[in-house]
Nanobody
Framework: QVQLVESGGGTVQAGGSLRLSCTASQKIYTLGYMAWFRQAPGKEREGVASIYTYTGSGTTAYTDSVKGRFTISQDTAKNTVYLQMNSLTPEDGSMYYC??????????????????????WGQGTQVTVSQ
């Protein structure tokens, strides 16, 4: 089981930017998939972005609402995955969670934002976007 620690959340005005970090307790290139999810009060958990970390290959996927604004990336030397969030809107305000799972079984690209595919989760970091 891998431990995940998120950081970087906070309060920002609409149109602003934040970068979230997720640091893993093991080498992320030995994992398979890492992702960011978000969940607002009263809403279902939503997959935001994923990255294939095994061997550092870096294949990514995004939910439509963040394409062109959010970027997921990895730093294998720091065992950290980032989520750069630009042009934030109040609708982006939520608790953001980092998740990870092993490279087997294989997860098709179209399924990498489904929360039930992931086995390990961080505690979350809050993002608030004000008008």
């Amino acid at each position: 089981q891998v431990q995940l620690v998120e950081s970087g959340g906070g309060t920002v005005q609409a149109g602003g930017s934040l970068r979230l970090s997720c640091t893993a307790s093991q080498k992320i290139y030995t994992l398979g998939y890492m992702a960011w999810f978000r969940q607002a009060p009263g809403k279902e958990r939503e997959g935001v972005a994923s990255i294939y970390t095994y061997t550092g290959s870096g294949t990514t996927a995004y939910t439509d609402s963040v394409k062109g604004r959010f970027t997921i990336s990895q730093d294998t030397a720091k065992n950290t995955v980032y989520l750069q969030m630009n042009s934030l809107t109040p609708e982006d305000g939520s608790m953001y969670y980092c998740a990870a799972t092993t490279r087997t079984p294989y997860i098709p690209l179209g399924s990498r934002l489904q929360s039930d595919k992931y086995t390990d989760w961080g505690q979350g970091t809050q993002v608030t976007v004000s008008q």
